[in-house]
């Protein structure tokens, strides 16, 4: 009798596909109709219920290769669209898509776009981790962030991590959420395209329009990412240069993911700039320092996303970054340690009610077990809205900034700005 490979295994061994001469030891018979498009529009859903309801054709999706997982990847994709897929069927749709892409190295079709930019010119903006440019698609203009690599040893890996990543980035649709247009993959090539956002960050947007309702446009962040951790997703690098403002004035998280692809130590992509991937000074402290917090795992969290978002909300308010103006080494040591930046006085201070400071500090919490949920900073920031009305702070324009304190994911020029 004959093993099958489970689905997310790293065995990445030939096994016979279901036109193969092999004998298989068992049906996988849905499984097969739905590669054949041997079924009518209607009986797609009922198919994929049956499939997940059989070891056997959870079996057989074990074995699908080349053209027969690519079919089977689009007839799923596909399904995630539809109205009479069901919450807890469409989790499971999604979690087998992430598992056959990111072992198979495939994406939806739907996801794939022809190359909309110019790789000869010279990249907007060149991050830690990624080049941005400006091109076109089906004549809108697009961003297009490329992945640097700078190694082949870890290919695989690096496919593989950016497939599941954009696969579920693909499926979130809410509107303080960038949205995915496409993907190019090639060799060494891994390039996400999302819409043109004219009204750059939300650091830049509130530079320019200072009397712009902070609060509201923190709310949308709030909504987004609690939208986000509903989908069992975690940001990963929260901060104000990656909150981007649509043309509409709603505020859209965007970089989001990617820290799973570009954070892995053996990644040759990683940013030797930032700690672990992400953006110092708003990263919490059990990230900065695992092991003094009892930490295996280094990923971010919930948690840490609910500590990144307090450092948000400061840096939106006070109109600067987090810390400024030490150096990022000083202030992995001070979180670590337990510092926390100081509550703002003067006129920037206006913003920051007793309520909300402590709403802020409890974000900030050293123990992430013992901060909120994301929805209490909802509540705190409706609380605060409704009653304050500040006037607007100076921003602080000549502050000494490392190179990536505000900008690390972001490219500006004179039409806009775009993660």
Known sequence: MMDSPSIGSQDESVYPTPNSSILLDFDGSVCKRLITH???????????????????????????????????????????????LSSRLRRKCLSVLCKICGRQALLPRSLQIPLCYDRSDTPLYQGGYADVWKGEHRGRPVAVKALRVYSTSDFDKITSRFCKEVVTWK????????????????????????????????????????????????????????????QAMIHGDLKGANILIDK???????????????????????????????????????????????????????????????????????????????KDIIVMRKVIEGDRPERPDGPEGTWFTDDLWRTLNLCWEAQRGSRPGIGVVLECLERVSGIWKPTPPQVCEDVEMDEDDWDLTTVSDSSGTVS
């Open 171 to 230: 499926t979130l649709h809410h509107p303080n959420v960038l949205p995915l247009l496409g993907v190019t993959m090639g060799k060494n090539h891994f390039a996400m395209a999302s819409e043109w956002m004219v009204n750059g960050n939300i650091n830049e947007f509130i530079r320019a329009n200072r009397d712009t309702n902070r609060f509201e446009l923190l709310k949308g962040v709030v909504r987004g990412l609690i939208y986000m951790h509903g």
């Open 248 to 326: 509409n004035y709603h505020a859209r998280l965007a970089d989001f993911g990617l820290l799973t692809v570009v954070s892995d130590p053996t990644n040759p992509t990683t940013s030797g700039s930032s700690a672990k991937g992400g953006t110092t000074r708003w990263m919490s402290p059990e990230l900065l320092d695992p092991d003094q917090f009892g930490i295996k795992d280094s990923r971010a969290t919930k948690e840490s996303d609910c500590y990144a978002l307090g450092m948000v909300v400061y840096e939106v308010l006070s109109g600067r970054a987090p810390f400024t103006p030490l």
């Open 38 to 84: 041997d079924f009518s529009q209607h009986e797609v859903v009922p198919l994929i219920e049956a499939i997940f309801s059989s070891q056997d054709e959870v079996k057989m999706i074990g074995y699908l290769r080349g053209d027969d997982a690519q079919t089977f990847i689009d007839v799923i994709d596909e399904a995630l669209d539809l109205p009479g």
